[in-house]
């Protein structure tokens, strides 16, 4: 698909309060469509919890999608911490049982003012022993992809340097997919992130980080190619880097949607 059309689309996307049904190719760029409003009576079920006794596949097909996520957190005390104090809150957190077997949280690096945010799931091992996002392999080619495109996690200007975060700031025992209570739990540190970098767009790394901002228990390969939003900010979605250690043929998508996330930065 030519550029030319893509922008025509992100002008009628961005900005739009109606969503509407997706279409039946995975690569299609549409809309979204919003999930459908409970008819009265008892409580619709919720999605099946996450299988916690494998590592994490950033992929599956069926996701859960998390529950019992506040709408806003405008009414915690996460809300009101500037970023000294909410890496405090952070480092000092116990609110889940990561808690216990963590040896750093990962609070985030980069710019605290960077145009570009990315968010991606929760630590592995490396992320954990380090205290960083995204280090190892899954690391070093999210790097190479940003290098790019000119930018980085390095000291720099806010329009050359990311700011990068994970959906959850402890890692969850032998990488399993994070839980919806330890998601829910940890949701007022990422939300409060955006909050005060306030990104002029915001990239989704991951189906957990696409599940916590946008609400869609959609696959990824259904959601990317199109701009979203993410309270009023455009939010791109694309596969993670882990995802596209194991599955080359994708990392052209990935690239793809990086330049879609750098297009929207050039406007």
Not at 49 to 70: E, F, K, M
Not at 117 to 124: C, F, I, Y
Not at 125 to 138: C, I, L, T, W, Y
Request: glycine fraction near 8%.
């Amino acid at each position: 698909m030519g550029w030319s059309e893509r922008q025509r689309l992100m002008l009628a996307e961005m900005g739009l309060s109606v969503w509407v049904p997706d279409a039946t190719e995975e690569m299609a760029v549409v809309a979204d469509a919003p999930r459908p409003t409970p008819a009265p009576g008892p409580a619709p079920a919720r999605a099946a919890p996450v299988a916690t006794g494998a590592p994490r596949d950033p992929q599956s097909a069926t996701p859960a999608v998390p529950v019992d996520h506040p709408a806003s957190t405008a009414t915690s005390p996460v809300a009101a911490l500037d970023w000294p104090a909410l890496r405090e809150a952070v480092a000092a957190c116990r609110a889940c049982g990561l808690c216990e077997g963590r040896r750093n949280t990962v609070f985030g690096v980069g710019n605290e003012r960077a145009h570009l945010m990315v968010v991606g799931e929760a630590p592995g091992e490396q992320e954990d022993r380090k205290g960083e996002p995204f280090v190892g392999p899954a690391g070093q080619l999210l790097d190479s992809m940003l290098r790019a495109l000119n930018l980085t996690r390095d000291p720099g200007p806010p329009e050359r340097q990311v700011f990068i975060a994970n959906t959850l700031k402890c890692r969850p025992p032998g990488n399993r997919n994070p839980e919806p209570e330890e998601l829910a739990r940890c949701e007022p540190f990422l939300q409060r992130q955006l909050a005060l970098v306030q990104p002029r767009v915001i990239l989704a790394m991951g189906r957990f980080a696409v599940q916590a901002l946008l609400r869609s228990g959609e696959p990824i390969g259904r959601l990317r190619g199109r701009v979203h939003q993410y309270q009023g900010v455009p939010l791109v979605v694309t596969y993670h880097p882990a995802y596209l250690l194991r599955n080359l043929p994708d990392k052209a998508k990935a690239w793809e949607d990086l330049c879609l996330a750098a297009q929207i930065l050039s406007d």
